[in-house]
């Protein structure tokens, strides 16, 4: 669809903060084929339930038009729960995973934010004196202010 013939929902409650859209518009730029695979979602009047931020990133990386998905016939309660289920991120990372199997810098490429800095001695140390500390949450581990 053409991308000028879609609109942005003005009451997303999502917004993108400059460096991960940069990313984002980057993501897109390099990985096009994704968005074919994760089209825009719009309802019948083409107004965006989901995937607000990756229009605005496509209109950011010159796209003229963009694949999108109709959802048709959903009463105003649907869409509002659509655009909140949509954004929810119901999992967590399994850490472990990603510093024994993956590797870290194309992760941050691709727009992982890591709270650790695996395999940084400097970040190591901090750990470990957060752990002697016990400024580490004991629940999910991360650093606690």
Request: some cysteine; hydrophobic content about 35%.
């Amino acid at each position: 669809m053409k991308i000028t013939d879609i609109k942005p929902n003005p009451n997303n409650p999502r917004f993108i903060r400059s460096e991960k859209f940069k990313k984002l518009v980057k993501s897109i730029k390099e990985f096009p084929e994704m968005l074919s695979v994760r089209p825009i979602v719009i309802d019948e009047n083409n107004m965006v339930l989901g995937g607000n931020m990756r229009l605005k990133a496509c209109i950011e990386a010159g796209y003229d038009d963009v694949p999108v998905m109709y959802s048709t016939g959903w009463t105003q309660k649907q869409k509002d729960e659509f655009i909140i289920k949509d954004n929810v991120g119901f999992g967590e990372w399994d850490l472990d995973i990603i510093a024994n199997e993956w590797e870290i810098e194309p992760l941050k490429r691709w727009g992982l934010d890591l709270l650790v800095d695996f395999g940084s001695e400097e970040s190591n140390e901090e750990e470990k004196q957060d752990e002697k500390e016990g400024n580490l949450c004991e629940v999910c581990g991360k650093k606690t202010v």
